[in-house]
């Protein structure tokens, strides 16, 4: 496999990919329903800065990719870019999901060897999540690119973190390639996170949707010292171009690839930034079927259809009732809840992609209280309070009427969004 990799064919096939895109945007309808911005100002993700700018200064060094399959060029890994660009790439570290993407969530990453080039492949999903000296005594520049949904719950800024800590301790520089928050710059929600309920699922002291890139993040976490080390990280980040803080992914007109198998779509993405509660409690969040987070249910759940359709008028959203069967996905979702039987519940869509109209963080907790009251014995476990990062959550699931639930984190989303002003990079 090595050899096919390094062949003349491959390195002039690549090369060619990476010089088509840099002369020109797309301008094709992808799958999820977007289309390009206008060909004179494309958005340009930071590794594509990288490759544009920076080749000359990469080639000296000796080089560590922190990434995962979104860190993509014009639908090419980065991994197999650089290689074909004889940039001397010298381990890869792999974050929850794995380098290539070949675990489903929770699943624990082994180290190994990526069958493509013969690299080694350093977990930091499992026993070890913060790179140790070992991982990094052939490395002196560490390039961290992937593509983050805007969850504080989601894990890879838990791992930028960790990658900074770790790389401060080493004196190794770090390269953060930016690349879109999906969700938008803009969009701030959901309670910040209280130190009692601080875990890999939520690691530092942000709102549930943070509107922060992973640029933006690695520079408020060094600025606002959240880091657990006493020296300054060697901290770049190569900046994207043409993008803005109002633009929801749907506006980039960049492809999507899958930050993670159980999120196919940018749709299911916006969605779990709400209905991600129900992973903590004993309602299917839809795991195991062609669309997580996008069909909820339980097998004795029993919805009241008025309420359904209120609800659905309030966030714009097209709520179906439906019966499901969950089912084990190797790769996606091994043994869900309720495997292999039938639970009723609804099914969630975006009509004509307007997204401008949802608050997801918003919608997903009152859906939860829907799903609660119309579920006899739910039950719910610690992970429900890591996601949430406050106890406030108990106002939901215990079935009680909480009226507008944003008036309880208000106040601390104002404080976070002046307290992140000196770190954005976008407008």
């Known amino acids: 496999m090595r050899k096919r990799l390094n062949s003349p064919l491959f390195t002039i096939i690549v090369v060619l990919t990476f010089i088509s895109g840099v002369a020109c945007g797309r301008s094709d309808q992808h799958a999820d329903g977007s289309t390009q911005n206008s060909a004179s100002d494309p958005v340009k993700v930071g590794a594509k800065v990288l490759l544009e700018n920076y080749l000359t200064e990469l080639k000296k060094h000796k080089v560590g990719l922190v990434m995962n399959p979104t860190a993509r060029v014009d639908g090419v890994h980065m991994l197999d870019t650089l290689m074909a660009l004889n940039v001397p790439v010298k381990a890869l570290f792999a974050p929850e999901h794995g380098f290539r993407g070949e675990a489903g969530a929770g ?78 710059g803009d969009y701030v929600a959901g309670w910040v996170l209280k130190d009692k309920y601080k ?27 959240w880091l657990d080390t006493n020296k300054k990280p060697d901290l770049k980040v190569i900046k994207m171009e043409n993008w803005k803080r109002s633009m929801k992914w749907s506006d980039t007109g960049l492809d999507w690839f899958p930050p993670s198998p159980n999120l196919p779509r940018f749709e299911n993405a916006f969605v779990y930034l ?27 759940t029993h919805l009241d259809t008025s309420k359904v ?88 699931v215990s079935g009680q009427d909480v009226g507008d639930i944003s008036k309880t984190w208000k106040t601390d989303v104002q404080l976070f969004r002046e307290a992140r002003r000196p770190y954005l990079l976008y407008h």
């Not at 990526?114 to 490395?139: C, E, F, I, N, W």
């Not at 969850?151 to 520089?173: D, K, Q, S, W």
């Not at 002291?205 to 993040?217: D, Q, S």
């Not at 004993?282 to 097998?299: C, H, M, Q, V, Y």
Request: hydrophobic fraction near 35%; charged fraction near 20%; include cysteine.
């Open 309 to 396: 359709q209120n609800l659905a008028q309030k966030y714009h959203l097209d709520i179906q009732l439906i019966d499901f069967t969950p089912k084990s996905m190797p790769g996606k979702s091994l043994h869900p809840k309720f495997e292999d039987q039938m639970v009723h519940g609804v099914k969630i869509s975006v009509p004509t992609n307007d997204y401008e109209n949802l608050d997801p963080v918003q919608f997903g907790l009152d859906l939860l209280h829907l799903m609660v009251n119309a579920t006899p014995d739910v039950k719910t476990n610690d992970h429900l309070y890591r996601l949430a990062g406050t106890d406030q959550i108990d106002r939901i």
């Open 199 to 225: 875990s890999f699922v939520g690691r530092y002291p942000i709102p549930i949707a943070h509107g922060l890139t992973l640029g933006e993040m690695a520079n408020m976490m060094v600025g606002e010292g």
């Open 107 to 184: 699943e624990t990453i082994k180290n190994g060897v990526d069958q493509a080039t013969g690299l080694p492949v350093y977990s930091l999903y499992g026993k070890t999540r913060k790179p140790t000296p070992g991982m990094l005594k052939d490395v002196d520049l560490l390039l961290f690119d992937m593509q983050d949904v805007g969850a504080r719950f989601y894990t890879y800024n838990a791992t930028l973190g960790l990658v900074l800590e770790a790389a401060a301790e080493n004196n190794i520089p770090v390269w953060v390639l930016d690349r879109p928050n999906p969700a938008g």
């Open 274 to 300: 709400g209905t991600c509660f129900f992973e903590g409690t004993s309602i299917s969040e839809g795991r195991g079927t062609d669309n997580p987070f996008l069909k909820i249910g339980a097998p004795d």
